[in-house]
């Protein structure tokens, strides 16, 4: 995929919860135009700004073409709400990127926004993503979005953005610049001259390595937080609600620490198979550039072994939804028992997340 043909301009990619733009009347929409607006008045180069995967035209191997994007120093931009973390399309592109950017030291690529909801992502955040975005340095524009398009907060904040963005595609173009200098054939294919095939093999090989036993132990905590939130919840019946709320902080302690190992154990799997994912589009990339026909099988040997196990999960992850759609009613009775179901519910968000990760590996082909 050639990503930056003569005449094109720089990329940025956004991700968004679309319900966000609904409630603040197309403000992020609105925010890409202004910002396009903006790069063109300060720089005079164009930039591409891509809203959807629709618009893209990447198809159902997305994940595949962000290799090829980050090499290319397109940019991603989450544009965050605490609702974006919500949503799992969210959630899979910013750790789709943040993983792949990572493994090609260009982590620099990823700029996120938050335009409301600051105060919540915070580095000590149950939610994983949340500390990711805390990580990386957001911008915090919720008072240009709170002051509305063409105010004062919102043409310093564009500026402000705009600004940052110069400063990273320079960053980038000079990578870039001495790349291309390379002289060497597989560098001129794999468009990175620290790339390394063989440490890419041995990496994947220690994440398949961790991978089976994050599996069984992400497994044995699904199985007791489902056991013991069942087991509690039949102990329910019609009563007073002053008996319902003795009730439900009894059921508090009882599923506090299951639901605690339960995001621990799928947190770490998660991770993995994030690890795992982008070294393997990165090897299949190299793989296809390069045809090599040993190092296909031996990708194709890991893949199964690293997804061994995988399909153990999937029972528990399919047959859950009817239990948490329960505990949305469980959940009001007491703040004590929301706050300790609350670990378990992040912990099943996470497996849901590496289940369908494991899934996009089953049609993912080096030949």
């Given at each position: 995929m050639d990503v930056n043909p003569a005449g094109q301009g720089n990329r940025i990619f956004v991700s968004y919860a679309h319900l966000d733009d609904e409630l603040l009347n197309q403000a992020v929409e609105y925010f890409t135009k202004d910002l396009r607006s903006f790069y063109i008045a300060k720089t005079g180069g164009a930039l591409d700004i891509f809203f959807d995967r629709e618009s893209i035209g990447w198809g159902t191997d997305w994940r595949r073409s962000i290799d090829?994007?980050?090499?290319?120093a397109s940019i991603f931009m989450p544009i965050i709400t605490m609702q974006y973390?919500?949503?799992p399309a969210c959630r899979e592109e910013l750790n789709a990127f943040h993983g792949s950017a990572e493994l090609l030291g260009a982590g620099y690529l990823i700029l996120p926004v938050v335009i409301l909801g600051a105060s919540g992502i915070l580095a000590d955040s149950q939610m994983p993503e949340v500390r990711l975005i805390e990580s990386l340095q957001f911008e915090n524009l919720e008072e240009a979005f709170l002051a509305g398009r063409g105010t004062r907060e919102w043409r310093e904040?564009?500026?402000r953005i705009t600004d940052k963005l110069v400063s990273v595609i320079a960053r980038a173009e000079e990578s870039l610049a001495s790349v291309e200098s390379s002289e060497s054939p597989l560098e001129a294919v794999s468009g990175d001259e620290d790339f390394d095939l063989f440490q890419h093999f041995e990496d994947l090989n220690q994440i398949g390595e961790r991978l089976a036993p994050e599996m069984e132990g992400a497994t044995r905590d699904l199985t007791t937080w489902c056991t013991?939130?069942?087991?509690?919840?039949?102990?329910?019946?019609?009563t007073s609600p002053a008996v319902l709320r003795a009730q439900s902080v009894v059921m508090a302690r009882a599923v506090q620490e299951p639901s605690l190992k339960l995001q621990s154990s799928a947190t770490a799997l998660a991770q993995s198979v994030t690890g795992a994912d982008a070294l393997l589009r990165s090897m299949v990339g190299q793989l296809v550039g390069v045809n090599t026909s040993h190092g296909a099988e031996l990708a194709e040997k890991i893949m199964a072994d690293i997804t061994q196990g995988s399909s153990d999960l999937q029972p528990f992850v399919d047959g859950l939804a009817e239990i948490l759609e329960m505990l949305k009613t469980m959940e009001i009775m007491s703040v004590p028992l929301?706050?300790?179901?609350?670990?378990g519910r992040i912990g099943f968000t996470k497996l849901q997340d590496a289940m369908k990760t494991v899934e996009g590996w089953q049609g993912l082909s080096v030949r």
């Open positions: 090829s994007e980050l090499r290319g973390f919500n949503r904040a564009l500026s013991a939130v069942e087991g509690e919840m039949q102990k329910f019946g019609a929301r706050k300790a179901i609350k670990p």
